[in-house]
């Protein structure tokens, strides 16, 4: 199963209260990279956060590991997960009329 994922620092940590788990906190997406668990990484173009696309077999499972991230685990990052599903719109717009 396919997730988004949305990260931002909460209102109210500070960078210095996240500095402390950038080198963790990247290193914890990379292996999950690596694992095929997050698929891309994107920063949200004002750099307020990060957006991911993961796998994962079930919803329950994809909520365990973003709340075992470095920074998630610290408290200094929030993240929304998003179960996505492909879209299916298409063959009611081209099916055949009877």
């Known amino acids: 199963m ?3 994922l949305i990260a931002r620092i ?5 960078i210095e209260e996240v500095r402390p788990y950038v080198k963790a906190e990247a ?3 990379w292996q999950k ?3 095929e668990v997050v698929r891309s990484i994107h920063y949200i173009a004002d750099m307020s956060g990060a957006v991911l696309t993961c796998e ?3 919803l ?4 365990m590991i973003a709340s075992q991230l470095p920074m998630v685990d610290a408290g200094v990052l929030q993240v929304e997960v998003i179960p996505l ?3 299916t719109g298409f063959a ?3 099916e055949p009329s009877s």
Not at 10 to 14: A, I
Not at 60 to 63: I, V
């Open 33 to 35: 990279y690596a694992a």
């Open 10 to 14: 909460p209102h109210g940590v500070s």
């Open 56 to 58: 994962a077999p079930d």
């Open 27 to 29: 290193q914890a997406v």
């Open 92 to 94: 009611s717009l081209f």
């Open 2 to 4: 396919q997730f988004l």
């Open 85 to 87: 599903k492909p879209y």
């Open 60 to 63: 329950p499972t994809m909520q």
